[in-house]
């Protein structure tokens, strides 16, 4: 009986996890990062922010908000913190506060 009510337990723990709206992917930072800034005039050209960027990590603050930094890839910049909401299936990009 106790194996039975903890296999249930376990059971609905492991459902529990998978609810909600999981982090953003790389790509998905960089596409709502590049309509955040249409102009280009934060992070240059798509390409190369790109290819000189990546996601450090993330961190809930909603049921569906996060926020993120970005750094990178060589490691000898700092990082930026943005905040990401899902709105209308897709990730929407703001500045965040702190890094």
Same mark, same amino acid.
């Given at each position: ?21 999981? !982090? ?22 798509? !390409?190369?922010?790109? !290819? ?48």
């Amino acid at each position: 009986m106790n194996y039975v009510f903890s296999a249930c337990i376990l059971g609905l723990a492991i459902n529990l996890a998978g609810c909600g709206t999981s !982090e953003p992917s790389e790509n998905e930072m960089f596409d709502a990062l590049l309509e955040f800034d249409q102009n280009h005039m934060f992070f240059g050209k798509p !390409e190369k922010f790109k !290819e000189e960027s990546k996601k450090l990590g993330c961190e809930k603050t909603g049921e569906k908000s996060f926020k993120c930094l970005l750094g990178s890839r060589d490691g000898k910049g700092g990082s930026l913190p943005f905040s990401f909401m899902k709105a209308d299936g897709k990730w929407v990009a703001s500045m965040a506060s702190g890094g």
